[in-house]
């Protein structure tokens, strides 16, 4: 010791000591030290099977098509394509509070226009109530149950032209979001 003092000096001598013992008394925890559970409990966020409530309006070509504006909130749950799957998908990992603008082409929306969708029927297979113009919707049952809705695009003498397709297929969803709530679901 005596060496080393000689050599670089009391007062730094001194300063290694204090350094030393402050830093004995406050030690840094170490990197695989369990980390302090912290006071506030994480919010949970947007994930398989919760329960989750949110704000929306839906904009197509620059035009609000649907909105959550004045009304009651959406509810569903996560995870069990009750919406479509870009919606979904771009809700992950959200906490309650957090706003978002969504962009889902039309691959994660209702899909791209299907030329098989767009059929040419007699008139005669149209209900009678039913005045052929461009521009009807009409509403059915398929012979699977399934409903359907099918808008007249072209009406010719004995035949009318009938659009399966989804009215949103083949556009790009704008949404904006907030999510107001996130809560598991009961249990089953």
């Known amino acids: 010791m005596r060496r080393l003092i000689g050599v670089v000096g009391w007062s730094l001598v001194v300063g290694l000591m204090v350094a030393s013992t402050a830093a004995a008394e406050d030690p840094v925890p170490a ?4 980390a302090t559970p912290s ?17 929306y309006t839906l904009t197509v070509e620059g035009s609000v ?5 004045g009304k009651e909130p959406l ?7 009750q919406l ?5 998908q771009g809700l992950e990992g959200l906490h309650a509070g957090d706003a978002k603008e ?15 969708a767009v059929v040419e029927v007699q008139k005669s ?7 052929p113009e461009v521009g009807t919707v009409l509403r059915g049952v398929n012979p699977d149950g399934q409903s359907f809705r099918a808008k007249i695009t072209e009406v ?18 704008n949404f904006k979001i907030k999510v107001l709530d996130i809560k598991p679901t009961p249990a089953s």
């Open 31 to 34: 990197a695989d030290a369990p």
């Open 39 to 55: 006071a506030e409990p994480i919010p949970p966020a947007v994930g398989q099977n919760m329960e989750v409530t949110l704000d």
């Open 65 to 69: 098509v649907e909105s959550t504006e």
């Open 75 to 81: 509810t569903y749950v996560h995870g069990q394509r």
């Open 84 to 88: 479509i799957a870009g919606f979904e």
């Open 102 to 116: 969504l962009s889902i082409p039309p691959e994660s929306g209702y899909g791209t226009i299907d030329p098989a």
């Open 125 to 131: 297979q149209l209900p009678a109530d039913v005045a």
């Open 156 to 173: 010719k003498t004995d035949t009318v032209v009938l659009d399966l397709n989804h009215p949103l297929a083949g556009k790009t969803l």
